[in-house]
């Protein structure tokens, strides 16, 4: 059965700091690693698609890397404004495309 | 563009009413919708998978007579918790694969926070 572990639960990091979420992922086939941000009482908003180990992928503070086990989400100097739950999700070779999500990494970081 | 509009944003309902909620993919075509349940605090669960013009896929433990799901368009698939209760408070979201396949991402609406009274 495909599944998707993140770790740490939660993370309260100091504006400035820099750190890593982790993604575990054990899914047949994977056609895509997907990484969101979800703010409270809305819908994942897209970050970043990663396809195949040693792919990386950045946008402003973020870096997404992939391996054939884990995916990291590197924060460089996080601002308060990071702040949210990330998201990381799989989606394998099973019927539909279906995407199956990890528990989360709630952030939060403070000035 | 692939926008997905959820409606409504929130809704209260009393014990043992329904419940419809639609979402609507407004400038692309979504043959399939996901739907998920979140609560509080944690992660988005699959409940099912909907495909336009077929019945819907349910992952195990979802009761398929309470949530009816139905997609009878290209632009449209709705959900209906039926005989609703308390514990079917929570987050729904809807979610549609991009047009072009997986590598395009998936595309959420903005959640459905339904409240049993």
């Known amino acids: 059965e495909d599944q998707v572990t993140q770790s740490p639960e939660a993370l309260r990091l100091q504006e400035g700091e820099s750190s890593s979420l982790n993604c575990s992922y054990t899914?047949?086939?994977?056609?895509?690693l997907f990484w969101y941000r979800q703010d409270p009482g809305k819908g994942p908003e897209f970050l970043f698609t990663?396809?195949?180990a040693g792919e990386e992928k950045e946008k402003e503070r973020l870096k997404a890397t992939l391996t054939k086990k884990e995916s990291f989400l590197h924060i460089t100097a996080p601002k308060p404004e990071d702040s949210a739950t990330y998201l990381c999700?799989?989606?394998?070779?099973?019927?539909?495309?279906?995407?199956?999500f990890g528990a989360g990494t709630r952030l939060a970081v403070h000035p | 563009g692939a926008v997905v509009s959820q409606h409504p944003s929130w809704v209260i309902c009393k014990s043992g009413t329904s419940v419809k909620i639609e979402c609507r993919s407004l400038?692309?075509?979504?043959?399939?919708m996901f739907w998920y349940r979140q609560f509080p605090k944690q992660s988005l669960m699959l409940m099912a998978t909907?495909?336009?013009?077929?019945?819907?896929?349910?992952e195990q433990g979802v009761e398929k007579d309470k949530f009816l799901i139905n997609h009878a368009s290209l632009t449209l698939s709705t959900l209906t918790v039926t005989s609703a209760h308390p514990e079917d408070s929570s987050f729904y979201i809807c979610?549609?694969?991009?047009?072009?396949?997986?590598?395009?991402?998936?595309?959420f609406g903005s959640g459905t926070r339904l409240t049993v009274v």
């Open positions: 899914v047949s086939g994977l056609r895509g």
């Open positions: 999700g799989g989606c394998g070779s099973g019927g539909y495309n279906k995407l199956i």
């Open positions: 979610s549609a694969p991009r047009t072009g396949g997986v590598g395009y991402g998936y595309t």
């Open positions: 400038d692309f075509q979504a043959t399939t």
């Open positions: 909907s495909n336009e013009g077929s019945k819907a896929t349910y």
């Open positions: 990663l396809y195949s």
